[in-house]
């Protein structure tokens, strides 16, 4: 039975995945530099990554686009690196060996900060680039320190089995002849689209015939960032580890926060293991989230209100109050959530500013947890230009948001049930006039998870009746390398439900614990 794993990752800057503390040469990633390892699908939130992990918008990037039939600058990957301001990009294509073998081809690469491979079919690969100077010259860059990133077929062919490499079709999980990939993750095998194709079980054929490899198999829209033998989990699927001891397939599935030890086979326990580490921040219980609760304009009672909900368990959360001239001098770099209360968003947003806005997008994208609720909740969302757009949701029914206060009914789905650990699938809970969320569709968002919908509504002072009920009460998201949980409804209003909120800000600083340890 699979264990769903999220380990706690403490991450100080957008680059910076991992501290290396071992000093013996890694089993099965590379000695230098990094991997970013892409599981196919929408990659808006995955390529600010690359390009932090390459060096920025600047360097010299080469994009290989040989295994799509759009293997000119008309290439998707392509045209998305060049949108999101990628300004030296250099395109290498090529059908025949003998040029892949040539110095004038590779000579890009040579020059290189980050190669990216995009997606199509493995075997146009194999046939293009194994065993040739082009092969060559991506192992020297990560050799020199540079980052080697893919997409599906430019996933898989990162590892040294590879998958899905028949010329016939992508359904042949081994194919003789095309069983080799560059082997820049030793003794593996990736898979991709697994959430989306149906390939959950496909692993436990491969192992089957190769036992003594480790598999590894991604989720759309979610990478692994290796480094030495460290894989860090980002985007919004889970990327899931296999591997075959004493016969039997011991398989974890790790979301975005997660870290897995590609040498030992297991999820790293990253506060054991970062606890007193040079240059981290110093070691603490690693129990105890830093929470800078939001006390400024906007937000008058949101504070007493979130610390009351909290200070009960001193040993889990230390809490300070934190004004938005403060989170526009950069004072989140000491916390791991920020808890954006009730109030008026609009004021929120006044107070913070453009400048502020923009911190807590950067505290989030570099790992940090941000917990929205009522206010807090609508200046998340996507929908307005003037919100912090972390999440991928729009306000239903704007016009009648003052739409009253009361007691109403919401249900958790599965997912918020395990979340924020909730054993009744339904619950009253105080309302005031918080957002009706629904799915936005922004481009540059991943889609969020649904943890909890209204299944009673208030519509007072003009609200029309039947547009709450059904819409998202509780919803959580990644964004960057940190999570976001939004409420409408007020849990720490409400005698009885603190531990929603309690398990919320676990959740977002990456503290929750294993389901099945």
């Known amino acids: 039975m699979r264990n769903f794993i999220a380990s706690i990752l403490l991450i100080t800057s957008a680059s910076a995945f991992a501290v290396e503390t071992e000093t013996k040469p890694p089993v099965v990633g590379p000695a230098n530099g990094t991997l970013l390892v892409v599981g196919g699908g929408d990659k808006t939130s995955i390529w600010p990554t690359f390009v932090d992990l390459a060096g920025g918008k600047d360097v010299p990037i080469v994009v290989i686009t040989t295994a799509s039939p759009k293997s000119g600058t008309d290439n998707k990957d392509f045209l998305e690196l060049q949108a999101l301001g990628a300004t030296n990009l250099t395109l290498l294509h090529t059908e025949e060996r003998t040029e892949a073998n040539s110095d004038s081809f590779v000579a890009p690469l040579r020059n290189a900060k980050a190669v990216w491979i995009t997606g199509g079919r493995q075997w146009r690969l194999v046939d293009s680039y194994l065993n040739t100077k082009t092969e060559k010259e991506i192992l020297n860059l990560l050799a020199r320190g540079g980052l080697v990133g893919g997409s599906s077929a430019g996933a898989s062919i990162q590892a040294s089995y590879l998958l899905r490499g028949a010329r016939s079709g992508n359904s042949i999980l081994m194919a003789p002849g095309y069983e ?3 082997g820049l993750l030793r003794n593996t095998a990736v898979d991709q689209h697994v959430n989306t194709r149906g390939r959950s079980e496909d692993m436990t054929k491969v192992l089957e015939a190769h036992p003594n490899l480790l598999g590894i ?11 030495k033998d460290r894989a860090d989990v980002i985007g919004a699927g889970f990327a899931h580890f296999t591997a075959r001891e004493v016969g039997k397939d011991k398989s974890y599935e790790l979301r975005a926060g997660g870290a897995f030890d590609l040498a030992s086979r297991r999820p790293i326990d ?3 293991e970062q606890s007193g580490d040079e240059g981290l921040t110093p070691p603490r219980d690693p129990g105890s989230v ?19 909900c909290l200070g009960g368990l001193p040993d889990k ?8 001239e403060q989170i526009r001098q950069g004072v989140l770099v000491n916390f791991d959530v920020l808890a954006q209360g009730g109030g008026r968003a609009s004021l929120q947003a006044q107070a913070l500013g453009d400048e502020g806005k923009e911190k807590i997008r950067e505290f989030l994208r570099k790992g940090g947890g941000y917990v929205g609720i009522c206010a807090g909740a609508y200046l998340a969302a996507s929908d307005r230009p003037f919100y912090l757009r972390i999440i991928n949701a729009r306000v239903v029914d704007r016009e009648h948001w003052a739409r009253g206060g009361g007691d109403v009914q919401i249900r958790f789905t ?33 889609s969020y998870t649904e943890l909890a919908v209204y299944e009673t509504e208030i519509a007072e002072k003009g609200a029309p009746q039947g547009v709450m009920k059904g819409t998202s009460a509780m919803i959580s998201a990644p964004f960057g390398n940190g999570r976001v949980f939004l409420s409408s409804p007020h849990p720490e209003r409400t005698p009885g439900l603190e531990s929603i909120l309690q398990s919320a800000v676990l959740w977002v600083a990456k503290r929750d614990t294993p389901a099945n340890p």
Do not use: C, W
């Open 180 to 182: 080799e990939g560059f």
């Open 217 to 227: 198999g991604l989720d759309e829209s979610t990478a692994i960032v290796v480094r």
């Open 270 to 272: 990253l506060v054991a």
């Open 290 to 308: 830093r929470v800078a609760v939001y006390a400024d304009e906007g937000s008058p009672k949101a504070p007493e209100l979130i610390e009351g």
């Open 317 to 324: 959360f230390h809490m300070e109050r934190v004004t938005a």
């Open 414 to 446: 599965d997912e918020g049930k395990l979340d924020l650990r909730q054993e009744s699938p339904e619950v009253q809970i105080r309302y005031n006039q918080g957002p009706l969320l629904a799915r936005d569709s922004q481009p540059d968002l991943p």
